[in-house]
């Protein structure tokens, strides 16, 4: 029983540490649908083999493998999507774990002290409900940023309007309300310095996050 169930884990871990490189950065990173099945086969391994012993243990590998990896699969076909469809269209995806991140510049979404979107933005916007609608498994969080120039209240407004112009286009779009919420973050969360014209530029802008289901 123990030497079937070291066997198991150090498969799961050796699966775990699959390296691939990330097409778009070069760098090399974890496989996330085969750490998932790693994961999930370990778990699976350690439950079966409590409940049936070494028999239990390697059915419980192989189920927990399946559901590890589809989540992890359902998250990379989602990131694939996005990557495909908004190529060349100013909007950055990150992905960190289990969550996805869209990051779309203010000079490309809205007019400077305007919460109505560009018109030519829309057709962005909708490649992005496209993905949602296929992908529908995810939590959508808007987030809207601005710089630090003007008042704390001024920008705290103007962040939470852009932030719900872009949650209810994507409602229009048939992506379900229940699934979105929408805040305005203001000057709070700059990723770049608010002292140069560029890190403004950085700063100004809408934020969409795809986070798991809260069961995952």
Do not use: W
Not at 36 to 59: P, Q
Not at 80 to 92: E, I, K, M, P
Request: glycine share 14%; net charge neutral.
């Amino acid at each position: 029983m123990i030497k079937q169930l070291t066997a198991i884990t150090l498969s799961a871990f050796l699966l775990a540490g699959c390296q691939t490189t990330n097409p778009y950065t070069g760098e090399e990173e974890v496989n996330k649908t085969t750490k998932y099945g790693g994961i999930g086969a370990l778990a699976g391994a350690v439950v079966g083999g409590l409940a049936n012993g070494k028999k239990g243990a390697l059915a419980g590998a192989a189920l927990g493998g399946a559901a590890g990896a589809g989540y992890g699969y359902y998250t990379d076909q989602q990131e694939a999507a996005l990557r495909s469809r908004l190529q060349g269209t100013g909007v950055q995806v990150q992905r960190n774990g289990d969550d996805i991140k869209l990051i779309m510049p203010g000079n490309i979404t809205f007019d400077t002290n305007s919460y109505n979107i560009q018109a030519s933005f829309y057709s962005v916007l909708g490649s992005v409900a496209l993905v949602l609608k296929e992908f529908d498994e995810n939590a959508v969080e808007v987030v809207g940023h601005t710089d630090s120039t003007g008042s704390h209240q001024t920008n705290m407004t103007l962040s939470e309007k852009r932030g719900q112009s872009v949650a209810s286009y994507l409602v229009n779009q048939g992506i379900a309300g229940p699934r979105i919420t929408y805040f305005g973050a203001g000057p709070d969360q700059p990723i770049a310095s608010n002292s140069t014209s560029s890190g403004r530029a950085l700063n100004r802008r809408v934020e969409i996050n795809l986070r798991p289901p809260v069961a995952q």
